[in-house]
């Protein structure tokens, strides 16, 4: 048989409903024609409930203007490629799909293929409040160097001028007595101006960050449902316990943060020929509160990059996703409300973070 004839033959049938992609065909009506099974599964509707109703109903109300001009350019032929917009599920939930749509005119139908991007999304919208947070702690920071530079001038001026006067009156000890007074109240004055100045910063620090009973499996699911399309496609394995700490005081959106770059760091750097398992674990021990993140992928030579790897901008591994901010935010997040973080590694044996939070 004729090759091109052959092909015809082909059932495409397995390939749409086998996809872990999502692929519908939509007529310009704006109704759904057909969806595939991971589509399904993504919205949380049934085939019944997507074909019934116009494709707006599902699209989130702030995207549906811009939904609709790039429907009239499929409608007109032109294909539509690299667009972003939000679903709603049927939980509530948002997810962000990125597409790539090929119209159809005499069939008047446009078929389309989407992959899940909402794990980038928050990321990308986590960086960006981080930066901007960055920048409001380094106006404080040099506001903050403005003043003291100003107003411990004085102190310190003061302090010299004193040293001199004892060196001026050196064996006249009553004269030398009262002089140390002096330097002892002008010390205490500069170390109480220090404190109102670090008292200020953690002000400005707590009115940003706000603290409350975390419970961690809802982080859990909420982190996992947000990345389902990434865990379904690296086909990662997850062996949780909280059974041992099932909440922590902290600040809710800094822990989904954590969970987020952990889970999706150690799918990132997954072992090729190994599907990641990622161990998550919690207990108190000697009255501290512990969190536990293994897994077993290409792990870190801890000699060479020990001391770098929660630093800004580092990366250890040749990922074109890597952007070296993901363990610098965890660290942050953890330490800027008084935890701390450990990491343990081997090459090609994974990684295994510990995180102490302050009690």
């Not at 350019?73 to 990125?98: A, C, D, Q, T």
């Not at 003291?148 to 064996?171: A, F, Q, Y």
Request: charged share 25%; glycine share 6%.
């Amino acid at each position: 048989m004729n090759p091109a004839l052959k092909a015809k033959h082909i059932l495409l049938d397995p390939f749409f409903d086998l996809s872990m992609d999502y692929l519908c065909v939509a007529g310009f009506d704006g109704y759904f024609r057909r969806v595939n099974p991971a589509f399904v599964r993504l919205l949380g509707y049934s085939e019944a409930d997507l074909y019934s109703k116009p494709i707006d109903n599902f699209i989130y109300e702030e995207d549906r203007n811009l939904t609709a001009l790039q429907r009239e350019g499929l409608i007109k032929n032109r294909p539509l490629v690299n667009f972003e917009n939000r679903y709603v599920r049927k939980s509530g939930e948002l997810v962000w799909l990125h597409w790539t749509s090929i119209p159809l005119k005499d069939e008047q139908l446009v078929y389309a293929i989407a992959k899940d991007v909402t794990h980038k999304k928050n990321m990308e919208s986590e960086r960006i409040s981080h930066v901007a947070r960055l920048s409001k702690i380094n106006q404080q920071l040099k506001q903050l160097n403005y003043t003291t530079s100003h107003d411990l001038r004085s102190p310190v001026n003061n302090l010299l001028s004193l040293v001199e006067m004892i060196d001026c009156k050196s064996g006249k000890e009553e004269g030398n007595l009262q002089i140390i007074d002096y330097i002892k109240q002008s010390a205490l004055g500069l170390k109480n101006s220090l404190n109102s100045y670090v008292d200020a910063l953690k002000e400005n620090e707590a009115e940003t960050v706000g603290l409350g009973k975390v419970g961690l499996r809802e982080v859990f699911e909420k982190v996992q449902g947000s990345i389902s399309s990434l865990i379904n496609n690296s086909k990662a394995k997850f062996c949780v316990d909280f059974s041992g700490m099932e909440s922590v005081h902290f600040n809710t959106a800094y822990m989904e943060s954590i969970f987020l770059n952990l889970i999706t760091n150690s799918i990132k750097y997954m072992r090729p020929d190994v599907s990641p398992e990622i161990k998550i674990i919690s207990f108190q021990e000697q009255g501290e509160s512990i969190l536990t993140f293994s897994d077993n992928g290409l792990g870190f030579d801890m000699d060479k990059v020990g001391g770098l790897i929660f630093n800004l901008n580092q990366r250890f591994h040749d990922t074109k996703d890597s952007k070296g901010v993901g363990l610098f935010l965890v660290h942050s997040h953890v330490t800027s409300l008084g935890g701390t973080i450990d990491v343990a590694s081997k090459v090609n044996q994974g990684t295994t973070f510990t995180i102490k939070f302050q009690s």
